[in-house]
């Protein structure tokens, strides 16, 4: 079974790129920091965008129907789809509804979520993300490791070889610029010859039915009006009430995502062009069961910045793809139990619960505090496994009892002085990493009924 930790032990042989992922996310947060530092309501905003969100999910299914209403007065086809696969055929439908054969996407964390490329692929389609970091991360064969950053686990000598391999440029080259330049002629050629553009989006307007699209690099917008055909794929949960609560989003997004004060292109899709056609699908897959646990029901809140990635210590030292998910990191933590408890009851675990995340949400998502209950419910399901489950029953009766504690206490002193390898072995993965400390030769307790200073008249 894939874990969390055994994939996050596969990044960890390769101690100079920990440090380098490491450092490199950290200066992103730190971006982070000075945007929102320079910004003197930034806590307001965060509260106001929280509070429009939780309005927004206490009356969701209000403002479905009126984005629904309000898009089809627009002339966008909209559609809904329960889970993934329904999601999957529906694109596949207006696809081969026109005989296409060749699409473009940009970056979408639901299509990931819904493995929407290898669907495609499967029936014969050539699907070709756009977005730079997407399209080398798929020229590897892999997923994103980052819902902003896909490709941030690989250095410009790892896109050189790939872009080599796969684009045919010089070996060994590893200059941005050189990679970029080729990357675009690549893509521009792609985009050219596309029947059809597949986007996300990041903020649906209930009140005008229009879309939101936000990248750097432009892409989105390329690819919607080359082709004659635009797929939005949305989780139901993109939803904002007014155009007016706009401007709260987007200047709290690019700043907490990548520390930019606005994203290069903001772009609104509200309509068809003349002679095309647009269509929105909206996608539950988990998200209604989610908005139905009291605990969880804000983590439905999250606009995908990652500032929750960037800022935690076992993301930035574990890499995204050992959460074995499409939404890696804290968020991605609090909602893939959701959706699989038994696959993914690893990753609340993946935590310190340190609370970093919690501080840098721009929606006031209490990720921390989500973590530390799913860590319950799991074990309460019995999806912990034996070996913790036993382990906990254990120190349970060993904390509770003072008398078997001091016994335990004492005991375990002697045996790690005089048998250290009953402790610190290959079988106890705790010390994989670590080396084991050099054990007191007595407790605290003990030492401190010997220095305490004795009350007078004792
Ligand atoms: S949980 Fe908050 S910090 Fe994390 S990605 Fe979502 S909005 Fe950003």
């Known amino acids: ?109 639901l299509t990931e979520e819904c493995h929407l490329n290898e669907f495609l692929i499967g029936q014969g389609i050539e699907v070709i993300d756009t977005d730079l970091g997407e399209r080398i991360v798929q020229l590897r064969h892999e997923p994103p490791s980052h819902i902003v950053l896909p490709a941030i686990h690989l250095k410009k000598e790892d896109v050189g070889e790939t872009f080599h391999q796969h684009l045919g440029t010089e070996k060994g080259a590893k200059d941005p610029q050189y990679l970029t330049e080729a990357a675009r002629q690549h893509l521009r050629e792609k985009f050219i010859a596309a029947d059809l553009a597949l986007t996300g989006v990041n903020f649906a307007v209930a009140e005008t039915g229009g879309i939101v699209v936000c990248t750097n690099e432009g892409n989105a917008d390329m690819g919607a009006h080359l082709a004659n055909v635009h797929i939005a794929c949305m989780g139901i949960e993109k ?104 696959k993914y009851a690893d990753l609340p675990f993946a935590s310190t619960l340190c609370g ?44 509770s009892n003072p008398d078997i504690y001091r016994f335990v206490g004492s005991t375990g002193r002697w045996f790690l002085r005089h048998v250290p390898s009953l402790a610190s072995n290959s079988l106890n993965p705790w010390f994989k990493q670590r080396e084991m400390p050099e054990p007191p030769k007595e407790s605290f307790r003990d030492w401190y009924l010997k220095n305490r200073k004795k009350p007078k008249g004792e």
């Open 1 to 109: 079974m894939i874990t969390h930790a055994k994939e996050a032990e596969k990044f960890n042989k390769d101690e100079a790129r920990v440090d380098w992922h490491d450092d490199t996310l950290w200066f992103v947060r730190q971006k982070r920091d000075r945007m929102a530092h320079n910004i003197p309501e930034w806590e307001q905003l965060r509260e106001k965008a929280s509070q429009i969100k939780n309005h927004t999910l206490s009356n969701l299914d209000q403002y479905l129907v009126q984005f629904e209403k309000q898009a089809l007065a627009n002339g966008v086809h909209v559609h809904w789809a329960a889970n993934a696969a329904e999601h999957n055929q529906i694109v596949f439908q207006i696809i081969q509804k026109h005989g296409f054969q060749k699409i473009v996407k940009s970056k979408s964390m």
């Open 239 to 342: 939803i904002i009430p007014r155009q007016a609560d706009l401007s709260v989003f987007l200047r709290l997004l690019a700043r907490s995502a990548t520390g930019q004060p606005i994203t290069t292109y903001s772009s609104h899709f509200l309509r068809p062009a003349p002679g095309k056609e647009m269509h929105i699908v909206l996608v539950d897959n988990g998200r209604t069961e989610q908005l139905a646990r009291a605990d969880f029901r804000n983590s439905l809140k999250c606009i995908r910045c990652a500032a929750c990635f960037n800022t935690c210590p076992v993301y930035r030292r574990s890499g995204g793809h050992s959460y074995h998910t499409a939404v890696a990191g804290p968020i991605g933590s609090i909602l893939a139990p959701n959706i699989d408890m038994r």
């Open 356 to 399: 970093s995340c919690s501080n840098v949400c721009p929606v006031k998502i209490d990720i921390h505090d989500q973590l530390w209950k799913w860590r319950q419910i799991l074990a309460q399901e019995g999806h912990t496994g034996t070996a913790k489950a036993t382990g906990m029953k254990l120190m349970s009766a060993v904390l």
